[in-house]
């Protein structure tokens, strides 16, 4: 490249230089007379919004200054409005003082006047009160003694009276109420009567088999009794032997090996040891088909398997003739029926009467009563705290903690009361008749008790003189407090009190 060319190349880019140069002055101008418009133009917006609103604040602040005049204007006049109105009442107010200054003079005159004639009357009054005592030749304190003598006499009258009529009508309706639930609950239960009774005789096919028991020196009876721990009595009952024994479980062992010996005919030893065992097992196995049974047809479920093994030895057991696993199921269901129509827990009052007597299983081997032994072996293997007080409370040996334990003990009552539920030998039947008579004849005033019906219904005779109506009624209500306080009994027992009076004379 030649010199020329490069200063030529020079040039044109001084010359290019200096035009963008200028170019760009030019844009800048532009744009600074643009933004200076745009500025000139928004300051203009601004200095008319300005004065608007300088104008609708003069505007708003003339209504402001408007409204304050009017709502001041309206106060005042109100303020006098008020003014006048207590003006009013102050004026009323005055009257009235006056007119109670007035009616006070008044009242005042006419206390006065009363005071003088209470004055005359009080003196009126005493001068009769002396009068009468001088007419009746009594002073006031004996008229009042014997006035106060007969109103008590014919109140005591009225009040045996009342006492008697409301104690019928409620004792009519308790019974209708009473004999209506029970029947349903009976009727709904419909359980047959319990007539079975453990016995402890097995039947010989022939006397000959009393040696073949007995064996050479008596020692199969002595192997007999000490394998299956029970006594066996062999006397002079044509084919028969009797087992003794305090446990009905091994009395029925003994009872059922008995009869499987005598029915094989081998009888010796080693014999009598494996048929003893093997009827252990049976019975054991009895035991608990027994006791689930008796939870499944009492609708008890749930229930720990060493209660329903102890519930099942009930079977064997017997209360005057009345078999307690029977007698348990039975309770149960009545208690859930009364649960049922009173309104309370079924299924509570089904479980407390199914274990109620769950005692009598084991009461030959723990010391105690049958319901605490029972409510402590419930309760060692889980059963309702309120289930075992209702076990622990049926003979009221513990506090009733519900209206369930109420239900299950009513229920016990119903299931031994019944009809040929149980049965009562002569000497307990004459114990109870005398333990009757003797609560009643406790009593002073009484003159002759006799005891009816079979024990249902004790009758009281009283001197008339030493007791009144309303203290016969007492003494009914005594006698029979005290009946169930001292004494054990099923069913009810009706205390009737007579009092009579009798005149006699003599015709010559």
């Known amino acids: 490249m030649t010199t020329i060319e490069v200063a030529i190349l020079v040039l044109a880019l001084f010359a290019g230089t200096i035009i963008g140069y200028f170019l ?3 844009q800048l101008d532009r744009s600074i007379r643009n933004r200076q418009t745009e500025a000139n133009r928004l300051i203009e917006e601004a200095q008319t919004t300005a004065r608007e609103t300088e104008l609708k604040a003069r505007d708003q602040a ?14 005042r006049s109100e303020l006098s409005k008020e003014e006048d109105r207590l003006q009013h009442r102050r004026a009323n107010f005055d009257k009235r003082v006056e007119q109670n200054e007035k009616r006070d003079q008044a009242l005042n005159k006419r206390q006065s006047t009363m005071d003088r004639r209470e004055n005359e009357f009080e003196k009126r009054h005493i001068e009769t009160l002396a009068e009468l005592e001088r007419v009746s030749s009594m002073t006031q304190e004996e008229a009042k003694t014997q006035l106060l003598a007969e109103v008590e006499k014919e109140s005591r009258v009225d009040m045996a009276r009342i006492i008697r009529q409301i104690e019928e009508e409620a004792q009519a309706e308790g019974d209708r109420k009473a004999r209506k639930l029970i029947a349903d609950a009976i009727q709904r239960v419909a359980s047959e009567h319990v007539a079975e009774i453990s016995v402890s005789v097995v039947p010989l096919p022939s006397d000959d088999m009393k040696g073949r028991i007995i064996g050479r020196n008596g020692r199969n009876i002595r192997a007999f009794e000490q394998t299956a721990g029970v006594d066996v009595v062999v006397d002079d009952t044509p084919q028969a032997v009797t087992i003794s024994c305090f446990d009905p479980v091994r009395r029925e062992v003994a009872k059922r090996a008995m009869m499987k010996l005598v029915l094989d005919g081998r009888i010796h030893p080693a014999q009598i040891e494996k048929i003893v065992d093997k009827m252990k097992d049976e019975v054991d196995r009895v035991i608990l088909e027994e006791g689930e049974k008796a939870t499944f047809e009492a609708g008890v479920p749930g229930l720990n398997p060493e209660i329903i093994k102890k519930l099942g030895r009930l079977k064997f057991r017997t209360s005057y003739g009345q078999n307690q696993l029977a007698h348990a199921i039975e309770t149960s269901q009545l208690a859930g029926v009364i649960a049922a129509e009173l309104g309370a827990d079924s299924e509570m009052a089904k479980a407390g009467g199914l274990l109620h ?14 319901a605490a032994i029972g409510a402590d072996f419930c309760q060692r293997y889980g059963v309702n705290p309120n289930v075992v007080n209702i076990i622990a409370a049926h003979h009221h040996e513990s506090e009733q903690d519900s209206v369930e334990a109420v239900i299950v003990e009513a229920a016990d009552a119903i299931s031994g009361a019944r009809p040929g539920a149980r049965r009562e030998s002569l000497e307990q039947y004459i114990k109870r008749i005398r333990a009757l008579e003797e609560v009643a004849s406790s009593f002073p005033g009484v003159s002759q008790c006799y005891a009816l019906q079979a024990g249902r219904e004790i009758r009281v005779i009283v001197l008339p003189e030493d007791i009144d109506d309303l203290e016969a009624t007492q003494l009914a209500r005594s006698v029979a407090k005290k009946i169930e306080e001292g004494m054990r009994y099923p069913g009810q027992i009706k205390v009737t009190v007579i009092r009579e009076t009798r005149a006699i004379d003599y015709a010559k």
């Open 24 to 26: 760009r002055q030019l």
């Open 62 to 75: 003339l209504s402001l200054r408007d409204e304050a005049e009017a709502e001041v204007s309206r106060r």
């Open 357 to 370: 007597d769950l005692g009598k299983a084991m009461d030959h081997e723990v010391e105690g009563t049958h």
